[in-house]
């Protein structure tokens, strides 16, 4: 039986948005390195490891998912491996459901160990990782977790960014009548029947079918369809990624001048304030090092034979300006803050407890201990030798850190706005200290 007070068990009560590491945490590093150790932590050229459904077979995996179901109160949480070189990560929050965006805040509770839902309300999650991310040997067990709580952030936004629920629900809504302007059956059922209900009823099944031999079957399959596409991804790399951000590109300029702005909006108040919760959810559970350590190597990756285009002089400076100015147009539509954002974002949440003299001298040693973690790595990375177009880009990430308080201007807005750490505080403090949390709920 895991204790479910902090590793430090002096801590005797929530220190604001500081919660630090919890031993489930820890344990789910510990498991990921047995995976690891288990499979293999090579990125080959066509991947495969732990082919057939062993990985998700596994008894690390699976209790991974128990962690991850006692951590944040899940009454099921389905862990899909991804058969995808790229570095990425995703979820199906339970707060991007109809009834999930209106009641989640109101069945947080909030413990010394983090945030959680109360087991009664049955909620639901499925998070996916790619194996190239899993298996990548530059990424450690610590970093995996940083990115794991990220999109389990996902599932909590709502719980203190009240303003998110409204930004959601409009946006089914869109997606709804979308679905019947042009005829689109696929997303009519996928915006009808999204519940926590439905969740429930996906993320149980799924866990149930990894179990049999019908999952191993699909695992094989899916990685046998993988492989050309894998190898598709590292040859063709630059143009790919070049279509991928010119694409965004003038996505984001064509939806800002058809809404008049509206779609900057929404998703600024909607899925860029997600995004950024969940960047502070990893470092107020003690992950925020290992987050931002996560991100700078993601944003270092070179994928294939971008490597040859980057480090040739000339071109490689044309390409990282290129994704600056694909980025800077694309940003009017896409939901993730760039690289010095997010690392503000982390540090913000952070320090913040600081200036409450309330906080006792252990957890201040702590987030002292973090944020000097934190600042020696952003002084690491500034120092870093990095391929022609990499340099472009930290120097343009180096610039938005200073000149933007929050990192970046959509950042600096929405902060302004928000005053985001202060309501984070304020919802968890309230949320701790209400009675009706020490209550079941139905």
Known sequence: MIDSMFINSDLHSVNEAYFGKSPRLVEIERNIKAIRSKFGTSNSLIGGAGLGGAVEQSAEWKRIRTLIEEQFGFYSVSLILLRNAQLNACTYPITWTWDGSVEASEYLIVKKDGMKYTKETKFCTIICITEGLLFDKEFTEGEIVGVLLHEIGHNFDTTVYKHVTSFILFSLVIDLMASIQFIDPMLFLQTITTSTGIRRGISTNLNDLMNTKIWAIYDTVKWILSVPLTILDKLLAPILKMFAYGSAAVMGVWTTLITSGLSTFVMLGGRYSAENFADKFAGMHGYGYEQITALKKIENHTLGTEFIIENIPIIGHAYGLYFIAAGMLAGLAEPHPVFSARVKSIIGVISSDLKDKRIDKKTRDLIKKDLDKINKSLNDYAKQDVSYSKAVLRAYYEFLYKMYDKGDLRSTI????????????????????????KMKVR
């Open 414 to 437: 929405m902060a302004g706005c928000l005053d985001d750490e202060n309501v984070i505080n304020r919802e968890l403090q309230y949320k701790y200290n209400n009675p009706m949390n």
